[in-house]
C-alpha cells in the first residue's frame, strides 16, 4: 500500500526548484495510549482548568499565554500577538549549503520524512539524490511549515531523499556536562574487548530483528483482560551479580559467545565435558575464545594483577 503525502513542497537551490511530496517516515500506531477513567464507574474523565487565585473553571476563550520571566511574575501574550511573529508557511525548502554526511553528528536529529517526486519533479528528483549519494554529501536546509521555522538535512537513501528534522545548536547540550573519570585502560583489556565486539558484530544493521518487548506485554495483557481472563503477576526477576572485575567479565563474555565457557575459564582437562560430534560451536567463535583467554593470560603476567595471597591465619 502506497504512503501517503502529508504536504507538498519545493526543494530549492541556486537557480534549481524540485517540486516535492512530504511523507512520515515513522509511524505512533506503535505506541499503546491510555485514557484516564474513574475508578469508580469507570466512565472516562474530562480535564479542566481551575483558577489557583478564584478557584473558577475557566474556559478556553478566557485563556491566554504567559511567560513566567521571574517568579510567579508573567508577561501577557494574546494569539494575535503570536501569530504576527510567526513563520510565513512558504512550503520552500531552501538548501543553504552541503556538508559531507560523515561530518554530521546523529545527535542532531530529530524526526524523519520521506521525500517523493512531485509532478514535472522527476528528472531533477534523480538528479539531486544521485548527485548527494556520489559526492557522500548532504543538503542543509531551512523549512517553513505551521508558523515554524525548521534546520533540516536532506540526505540520499537508495535512490531517494530523506529530510532528517534536525535540532538547532542550543537544543543540544554540551558534552562538558557529563564527568567523565580518568582512568586508565590496559593494553591486554582493550585486545580481549576487541575480540568480544568481532565475536558479536555483525555486517549488517537488521531492525527487525528486535521488537519493543514492554509494549508487547501491554498488549498481550490488554488481550487478556478483554478476553475475562484471571491475570496473575508474573514473579520478580532476581537480581545478578555484577561483576567487578573487567578481564573477568570480558573473559566470560567471549566464553559465553563462543560456547567454551569452561575452557575460556582454564578448567582443568577433568572437568572438561567431551566434544560432541554434532557441536554446532563455529571454528572461528572458538578460535577467538582461545586468543582472548592468552591475551588475558599475558595481560595479566604482565601487569602483575594476581591477586596477592592471603596469609595463613595463626590457630
Given at each position: 500500500?502506497?504512503?501517503?503525502?502529508?504536504?507538498?513542497?519545493t526543494?530549492?537551490?541556486?537557480?534549481?526548484?524540485?517540486?516535492?511530496?512530504?511523507?512520515?517516515?515513522?509511524?505512533?500506531?506503535?505506541?499503546?495510549?491510555?485514557?484516564?477513567?474513574?475508578?469508580?464507574?469507570?466512565?472516562?474523565?474530562?480535564?479542566?482548568?481551575?483558577?489557583?487565585?478564584?478557584?473558577?473553571?475557566?474556559?478556553?476563550?478566557?485563556?491566554?499565554?504567559?511567560?513566567?520571566?521571574?517568579?510567579?511574575?508573567?508577561?501577557?501574550l494574546?494569539?494575535e500577538?503570536?501569530?504576527?511573529?510567526?513563520?510565513?508557511?512558504?512550503?520552500t525548502?531552501?538548501?543553504?549549503?552541503?556538508?559531507?554526511?560523515?561530518?554530521?553528528?546523529?545527535?542532531?536529529?530529530?524526526?524523519?520524512?520521506?521525500?517523493?517526486?512531485?509532478?514535472?519533479?522527476?528528472?531533477?528528483?534523480?538528479?539531486?539524490?544521485?548527485?548527494?549519494?556520489?559526492?557522500?554529501?548532504?543538503?542543509?536546509?531551512?523549512?517553513?511549515?505551521?508558523?515554524?521555522?525548521?534546520?533540516?538535512?536532506?540526505?540520499?537513501?537508495?535512490?531517494?531523499?530523506?529530510?532528517?528534522?534536525?535540532?538547532?545548536?542550543?537544543?543540544?547540550?554540551?558534552?562538558?556536562?557529563?564527568?567523565?573519570p580518568?582512568?586508565?585502560?590496559?593494553?591486554?583489556?582493550?585486545?580481549?574487548?576487541?575480540?568480544?565486539?568481532?565475536?558479536?558484530?555483525?555486517?549488517a544493521?537488521?531492525?527487525?530483528?528486535?521488537?519493543?518487548?514492554?509494549?508487547?506485554?501491554?498488549?498481550?495483557?490488554?488481550?487478556?483482560?478483554?478476553?475475562?481472563?484471571?491475570?496473575?503477576?508474573?514473579?520478580?526477576e532476581?537480581?545478578?551479580?555484577?561483576?567487578?572485575?573487567?578481564?573477568?567479565?570480558?573473559?566470560?563474555?567471549?566464553?559465553?559467545?563462543?560456547?567454551?565457557?569452561?575452557?575460556?575459564?582454564?578448567?582443568?582437562?577433568?572437568?572438561?565435558?567431551?566434544?560432541?560430534?554434532?557441536?554446532?560451536?563455529?571454528?572461528?567463535?572458538?578460535?577467538?575464545?582461545?586468543?582472548?583467554?592468552?591475551?588475558?593470560?599475558?595481560?595479566?603476567?604482565?601487569?602483575?594483577?594476581?591477586?596477592?595471597?592471603?596469609?595463613?591465619s595463626?590457630?
Amino acid at each position: 500500500m502506497a504512503l501517503r503525502s502529508i504536504a507538498t513542497g519545493t526543494v530549492s537551490f541556486g537557480m534549481v526548484s524540485i517540486p516535492v511530496k512530504l511523507y512520515s517516515a515513522t509511524q505512533a500506531s506503535a505506541a499503546i495510549s491510555f485514557n484516564l477513567l474513574h475508578k469508580k464507574d469507570g466512565s472516562r474523565l474530562k480535564q479542566q482548568y481551575v483558577c489557583q487565585t478564584c478557584n473558577d473553571k475557566v474556559e478556553r476563550d478566557d485563556m491566554v499565554k504567559g511567560y513566567e520571566f521571574a517568579k510567579d511574575q508573567y508577561v501577557m501574550l494574546t494569539p494575535e500577538e503570536l501569530s504576527a511573529l510567526e513563520e510565513k508557511s512558504t512550503q520552500t525548502i531552501e538548501i543553504s549549503e552541503f556538508i559531507p554526511i560523515e561530518k554530521i553528528d546523529p545527535i542532531y536529529f530529530e524526526k524523519p520524512y520521506f521525500l517523493g517526486p512531485d509532478k514535472g519533479g522527476d528528472k531533477a528528483y534523480k538528479l539531486l539524490a544521485t548527485t548527494l549519494e556520489n559526492t557522500g554529501k548532504a543538503a542543509l536546509a531551512r523549512y517553513a511549515a505551521r508558523g515554524k521555522q525548521y534546520l533540516v538535512l536532506l540526505r540520499p537513501k537508495e535512490g531517494r531523499l530523506v529530510m532528517q528534522q534536525l535540532m538547532y545548536a542550543d537544543e543540544v547540550r554540551s558534552w562538558e556536562e557529563v564527568e567523565v573519570p580518568t582512568v586508565e585502560v590496559k593494553e591486554a583489556e582493550l585486545k580481549l574487548a576487541a575480540q568480544l565486539v568481532e565475536a558479536t558484530s555483525n555486517p549488517a544493521f537488521e531492525p527487525e530483528k528486535y521488537q519493543d518487548d514492554v509494549r508487547t506485554r501491554v498488549k498481550e495483557l490488554i488481550e487478556k483482560k478483554v478476553a475475562g481472563q484471571e491475570i496473575t503477576s508474573a514473579p520478580a526477576e532476581q537480581g545478578k551479580a555484577q561483576i567487578i572485575d573487567i578481564m573477568e567479565a570480558l573473559k566470560a563474555s567471549l566464553a559465553k559467545r563462543a560456547g567454551g565457557g569452561e575452557a575460556a575459564a582454564g578448567a582443568s582437562e577433568e572437568r572438561r565435558p567431551a566434544k560432541r560430534k554434532d557441536d554446532a560451536a563455529p571454528a572461528a567463535a572458538a578460535a577467538v575464545a582461545t586468543a582472548a583467554v592468552a591475551v588475558a593470560q599475558a595481560g595479566a603476567a604482565g601487569a602483575g594483577e594476581r591477586a596477592p595471597k592471603r596469609k595463613a591465619s595463626k590457630k
